[in-house]
């Protein structure tokens, strides 16, 4: 069974940063894409970003403004998401996800939450202003 853990999520002051981990222990990100999500109170699960760490490609959501950058370690079997100059409406619910093939700009358009096949738990961003 595939397992993807969020973990870095927390409480920030608006201007701030974090780093979000995605981590997937015995689970091999060849044949996959790594995605973050995000779901605000009352919002439908948006896609933030994607990546296919060995093949160098991203994608983001257009609505990011260039702060969010994803990355990953292969070696780690971890995705990263780094925000910066975070803002109020960043607060959400953040979750990581697989889904088989290349990330694409498709896996990160509305409704790209169909085509993920794996899921984490979540990891919460709080961003006061």
């Known amino acids: 069974e595939v397992q993807l853990v969020e973990s870095g999520g927390g409480l920030v002051q608006a201007g701030g940063s974090l780093r979000l981990s995605c981590a997937a222990p015995g689970f091999s990100f060849d044949d996959y894409a790594i995605g973050w999500f995000r779901q605000a109170p009352g919002k439908e699960r948006e896609a933030v970003s994607c990546i296919s760490g060995r093949a160098g490609i991203t994608y983001y959501a257009d609505s990011l403004e260039g702060r969010f950058t994803i990355s990953s370690d292969n070696a780690k079997n971890t995705v990263y998401l780094q925000m910066n100059n975070l803002k109020p409406e960043d607060t959400a619910e953040y979750y990581c996800?697989?889904?088989?093939?290349?990330?694409?700009?498709?896996?990160?358009?509305?409704?790209?939450?169909?085509?993920?096949?794996?899921w984490g738990q979540g990891t919460q961003v709080i961003v006061s202003s």
């Open positions: 996800a697989a889904a088989r093939g290349l990330c694409s700009p498709y896996l990160v358009h509305s409704g790209a939450y169909y085509s993920y096949d794996y």
